[in-house]
């Protein structure tokens, strides 16, 4: 009976070339390039760029993505690169300048006007009860209100939720928005019998 060798030697052979191979390999890898690793496009840090990280945020609406990897608090998560220290040295924070500067185009409160008073995108960072949530940061430590950010008097009124101050923070009641608002929410001044309080809902869509 012949026995044949064929097979094992050309194993054997194979073998010894990826040894080779993988040996030549390791000795010529290219210098590591961390910490100048990018995940993102060029031009993600660059704010004239088309691809400029602040403005695909605002296109996409969702900072979900950006939690993957940089954390629940953006302070690095697991690609060890924290977003927070990075806006802070620039004079910032993860919502950009001004966002809590009343007189800022930037302002949280333009912003959430803007999306028609929608503040569930606020709930998926700060929690339902805006008292921190994955962030750790209540938005509690300001709106101190019942109804924290969602009580009335949080966007129009003082002491009670009619105006003044009304929405474009007029306090004169020859502002549209204020009138006789307060008038009707208290019924004072108002010759009996129609000293009643007049309800928000009677005039405006109140929210729940």
Not at 19 to 40: I, M, N, R, W
């Amino acid at each position: 009976m012949k026995t044949h060798h064929i097979p094992w030697v050309g194993l054997l052979v194979a073998a010894l070339l990826a040894f080779y191979g993988c040996s030549e390999l390791k000795t010529d890898l290219p210098a590591p390039v961390a910490p100048g690793v990018q995940a993102h496009d060029p031009g993600w840090m660059d704010t004239s760029a088309a691809n400029f990280h602040g403005k695909s945020v605002k296109t996409q609406g969702d900072v979900q993505p950006c939690l993957e990897c940089h954390g629940s608090n953006y302070q690095g998560g697991y690609s060890g690169v924290s977003c927070v220290a990075c806006h802070q040295a620039t004079g910032g924070s993860v919502h950009g300048r001004g966002w809590t500067d009343p007189t800022s185009s930037n302002f949280h409160g333009a912003a959430i006007r803007t999306a028609n008073w929608d503040m569930r995108p606020c709930q998926t960072c700060h929690g339902t009860m805006y008292e921190g949530g994955k962030v750790n940061s209540s938005c509690r430590t300001c709106h101190t209100g019942t109804g924290g950010p969602e009580g009335c008097a949080t966007c129009h009124g003082s002491t009670n939720p009619a105006p003044p101050r009304d929405l474009s923070t007029n306090t004169s009641r020859s502002a549209r928005g204020v009138g006789a608002h307060q008038v009707h929410y208290a019924g004072t001044g108002i010759p009996v019998p129609a000293a009643v309080p007049i309800l928000c809902l009677e005039c405006h869509t109140t929210p729940g």
